[in-house]
Every structure is written in C-alpha cells, then in structure tokens.
C-alpha cells in the first residue's frame, strides 16, 4: 500500500525536523539502528517570510507526493493559511514568486525549502526527467490548502 509509506515518510521528516537538535547535525544511533540527518531548518520561507503557524480552527497536516513531467509546472497558486515544506525527492524544479528572482531546487543539491504563503508562485520542471517533490502542508481542517487566481494568468 502506498498510502501509508507516503504518511510514514512524512512523519519521519515532521519528527526529524520539530526534534532536531540543531542544523545539519547528525543525531546519531538510536534503538534499533535508527539514525537521523536534518535535511532542513529554518525560521523563514524561500522569499524571508516569517514562519507563522496557522490559527483558527483544527490543526490539520496533509503530505502529497507530486510529479511533475518534464516541461510540466504546478501552475499559479499560492497557499492562504502556511507555508508548506517542500523536498525534492527526484529531478530539479525552477520556483518563481511574484516578485522575486526564479530558484532551482534539485534532489541532488538543493533539495528542501519551506515554500511562499501568500504569494502567487509557479514551479516548473525545466528538466529532462519527472520531477518528485513530497510537499507537507501544515494548515487547517476544511481550509484549502492552495488556491488558484480566477483571472490571473502570469507574474
């Protein structure tokens, strides 16, 4: 079943970050050969926003595995309640924010950010290959988590 790998992935990487004792620090060994390495942490998203956590209603965590097929993108959005955190897991993508210079994020560089809120963005696979990202919103029970412009068509 792939549910349930997919949710388990996800809280590893949520303990992994909320438990971490510092930046790309290694946890060590733990009971029965479990070893931890930060892949993240930070206190602002890719454009310096700060971190704010959702309020208002039942905290509420959905994780999403997306591929996006070369020349693909995830079409302009943005995210009204939290920043999600997002890993490459495969494949490099180009994030472009409203107002700000596009960024490359690659599962063999730069693979984990904490994306916009707020702020229409667009990600886009420039890449020969899918793209794999695993995206974690944090938000709130029956809120969206992305929504799309009804008329807006580019930055």
């Given at each position: 079943?792939?549910?349930p ?6 809280a ?5 970050l909320?438990?971490w ?28 926003q700060?971190?704010a ?20 993108q ?22 472009q924010?409203?107002?700000e ?6 599962a ?16 886009i696979?420039k ?19 992305l ?9």
């Amino acid at each position: 079943m792939r549910a349930p790998t997919i949710l388990g992935l996800a809280a590893v990487i949520a303990a992994a970050l909320v438990a971490w004792p510092g930046p790309a620090q290694e946890m060590g060994q733990g009971p029965m050969g479990f070893k931890a390495m930060a892949v993240l942490q930070a206190t602002t998203t890719a454009s310096r926003q700060l971190i704010a956590y959702p309020t208002g209603g039942t905290p509420e965590i959905t994780a999403l595995l997306i591929e996006i097929a070369p020349g693909g993108q995830t079409g302009l959005h943005k995210h009204p309640t939290a920043a999600p955190f997002v890993y490459v897991l495969e494949g490099t993508i180009e994030v472009q924010a409203e107002g700000e210079k596009p960024v490359v994020y690659s599962a063999g560089g730069n693979p984990g950010f904490v994306e916009v809120f707020n702020t229409w963005h667009n990600g886009i696979n420039k890449g020969d290959k899918p793209a794999k990202l695993l995206v974690v919103f944090p938000g709130l029970q029956g809120q969206p988590n992305l929504v799309r412009p009804e008329t807006k068509t580019g930055m």
